[in-house]
């Protein structure tokens, strides 16, 4: 398992082509973090978690969850790219489906962590 360094920052996102659905995003051509942009040269993996948090844990019926966890529901769910940017580095960043009201509706975007290279560990 690959050494890492958790951020937890948010960051800005552009896209090349936008995606067709916001909640539903792919991965982003290049990322802002701390004021400083990187391009995103390969997407090295994607996987989604539905799993829900906080107070929407226990505000669905047992057979309702089995499917928001499979596919998700309005709000709820995160998608996760790891990624290796123009300087070589690699990054865990996921987009977090939930709104933070109603100002902001499509939710946010994070750098979640960095995979350290072997020399670091």
Do not use: H
Not at 13 to 31: E, H, I, M, N, Y
Request: proline content about 7%; overall charge positive; aromatic content about 14%.
């Amino acid at each position: 398992m690959p050494q890492t360094r958790f951020i937890g920052d948010p960051i800005a996102v552009a896209f090349d082509q936008p995606p067709l659905f916001a909640k539903q995003p792919s991965c982003p051509a290049r990322l802002t973090w701390r004021e400083v942009s990187f391009e995103i040269v390969a997407n090295l993996q994607e996987w989604r978690d539905y799993g829900r948090r906080g107070r929407m844990a226990n505000n669905m019926r047992p057979e309702n969850l089995k499917k928001a966890a499979k596919r998700g529901s309005w709000g709820v769910g995160r998608y996760y790219f790891r990624v290796q940017v123009g300087n070589g580095r690699i990054f865990d960043i996921y987009y977090d489906r939930a709104p933070k009201g109603q100002a902001e509706r499509l939710g946010s975007w994070y750098l979640y962590q960095e995979i350290l290279p072997d020399d670091e560990m």
